[in-house]
Every structure is written in C-alpha cells, then in structure tokens.
C-alpha cells in the first residue's frame, strides 16, 4: 500500500550516498509531517541522485549539476503538497520592492 503524496530518493550505492538519501528524507519528513505520506530510499548506481515526488522529478543531481540546497528543495516539495504554508528561515526571500 502505497501512501501519497510518496517522494522517492534514488541514491548511488557506489558513491556513498545512503546516509545524505537519509539526512534528506529526515529534513523533509520534519518539515512535512503531516503532508507527506511516504519517503522511499530507492539504491541505484551510476552516480544518481534522484528526487521525486508522485512520479514527478523534482531535483536530479546529473541534470542540475549538483545536489538541491535543502531550503530549495522544501520549497519545490511545499510548492506541489502545501502552497500556503510558511517554511520560516527555508523559504524564499521575499523580492525587492520597486521604488
């Protein structure tokens, strides 16, 4: 039984990545509480680094280069699961009033 919304993590087994897989599914899992219904770890190889959320790649360390900063990365899952909600120091800074 699969629980939605599900973010998946696919990590690179070869590179190591299990334990920063997990640092994010905790950092996620403690923003989102209430509004995520399942984290899966998914091992892989290849150098892949993975995250999506219902089937829909939200960060890919291959095609962006490098891994999401973590405040980013809970604004892209806030944006789809919780628009309204407020993440304190993670979220985005507000953009310059013109005079």
Known sequence: ????????IVYCTQCRWLLRAAWTAQELLTTFP?????????P??????????DGELLWSRKAEGGFAELPLLKQLVRDRIAPDRQLGHSDRKA?????
């Open 95 to 99: 953009e310059p009033v013109p005079e």
């Open 34 to 42: 209430k509004e995520l219904g399942e984290v899966a770890l998914v």
């Open 1 to 8: 039984m699969t629980r939605e919304p599900r973010l998946e």
């Open 44 to 53: 892989s190889t290849g150098g892949v680094f993975d995250i999506s959320l």
